[in-house]
């Protein structure tokens, strides 16, 4: 149940489920509820009972005759404590018996609460209230539970957060195929030294909407951004054997992206940036503050090529070139020697045709 749904069952009267095959039971307890200001359904069968609770979400309270024909009230205790996950069904048990063994046995079937018959109006408006308490506090946890996940989800790619809830603890692995992408928009620390807090912000946070929405497009994975920074993977967590295709993909629709956004602007921006394609090994870092980072020779060459880069230009590795140089044009940038890397041969993104539906563009090179 989301939040919004938990919010909208807390503002309606509460509804009572009584599942009592006798006729005169089920008019003592259903006035008894109604009294108090709570709506109340009877059904006559545990096979009933089941049916409706399956139908409608909204009912979180029931109590339940011990022997009914076909399905028992252990029974049906049971199959709602076994099969019922989208919320918590608090179940009250209304019986003749007294014994231990048979309370035990009542508990254990997965029952929350007795009430004796004959039943007293005032016993069993206090199981109810009980029961409430138990069911409020129920959907507030479950509340945040679920905020909590969103937020994991927000901050870690759905795989790597399923990982870390299922208790793996040293999250680590090497990818051999992946391609990495580093932007930077250029003059912005210069800008943002002339500018009050509140308007940088709001300027950043318009390039950071129009950049994550082309990465959901492009289906592939935001790592961090530091400062005005970007850093992007593709192949990372699950293999993609287009990896390549999509980031190239990418920069070259941020690009466009960004050219659309100066044709209204008096002070234009630029961006630059660098795609390389290579092994590197992801993890998860941090205990309080959990971050999932990408590290190895692939992540530093493609941080070079973004400072190599000139304005409005994205510069590719050999290896993303060799994987995408017969999908986009291309001119070669020449033979350098990043800071801390080999020499190889750069190759500088021409561009590609427009596309539409969201299909990846292709084109082909120029050498």
Same mark, same amino acid.
Request: include cysteine.
């Given at each position: 149940?989301?939040?919004? @749904?938990?919010?909208?069952?807390? &503002?309606?009267? #509460? ?5 009592? !095959? =006798?006729? /005169?039971s089920?008019t %003592? ?37 011990w022997?009914?024909?076909?399905m ?23 019986? @003749?018996?007294?014994?231990?063994? &048979?309370?035990? #046995? ?5 029952? !929350? =609460?007795? /009430?004796?018959?004959? %039943?007293?109006?005032g ?102 951004s ?29 690009r ?19 795609v ?7 993890g ?14 692939t ?21 993303t ?18 800071k ?28």
């Amino acid at each position: 149940m989301s939040s919004k @749904s938990s919010r909208n069952a807390a &503002d309606r009267p #509460r509804k009572i489920l009584i599942v009592e !095959d =006798d006729p /005169v039971s089920q008019t %003592v307890l259903k006035g008894a509820v109604e009294d108090v200001g709570r709506d109340a359904v009877c059904v006559g069968s545990g096979e009933e009972a089941w049916s409706l609770l399956l139908a409608d979400p909204h009912f979180d309270i029931a109590f339940i005759d011990w022997i009914m024909p076909g399905m028992s009230g252990p029974q049906l205790c049971a199959r709602i404590r076994q099969h019922l996950t989208d919320r918590y069904v608090y179940t009250i048990m209304v019986t @003749s018996k007294t014994g231990k063994q &048979d309370l035990m #046995r009542g508990l254990e079937s997965g029952a !929350d =609460d007795f /009430v004796s018959k004959p %039943v007293h109006s005032g016993e069993l408006i206090s199981r109810l209230h009980a029961g409430e308490r138990v069911v409020d506090c129920e959907r507030r946890l479950r509340e945040e539970r679920e905020r909590s996940d969103r937020l994991l989800r927000s901050i870690l790619p759905e795989p790597i957060a399923f990982r870390l809830k299922s208790g793996e603890k040293h999250i680590s692995d090497f990818h051999r195929d992946c391609s990495v992408l580093f932007l930077d928009i250029v003059g912005f620390t210069e800008w943002c030294m002339r500018m009050d807090a509140r308007s940088m912000i709001t300027q950043l946070a318009s390039f950071f909407a129009i950049f994550d929405e082309e990465i959901r497009r492009h289906e592939v994975e935001k790592i961090k951004s530091i400062g005005d920074a970007y850093l992007v993977a593709a192949g990372i967590p699950r293999p993609d054997p287009r990896h390549a295709t999509k980031m190239v993909a990418l920069a070259d629709s941020i690009r466009s992206r960004m050219s659309e956004l100066n044709r209204s602007r008096l002070h234009p921006w630029s961006v630059r940036m660098g795609v390389a394609s290579g092994a590197l090994i992801a993890g998860v870092i941090g205990v309080e503050r959990v971050v999932y980072d990408v590290w190895g020779h692939t992540v530093n060459l493609a941080s070079r090529l973004e400072s190599m880069a000139p304005r409005d230009e994205v510069l590719v590795s050999e290896a993303t070139w060799e994987l995408t140089r017969d999908e986009f044009r291309y001119e070669e940038f020449g033979r350098k020697t990043p800071k801390g890397c080999a020499p190889e041969r750069i190759w500088r993104l021409v561009g590609t045709e427009q596309v539409q539906k969201g299909e990846l563009p292709k084109g082909s090179r120029v050498e």
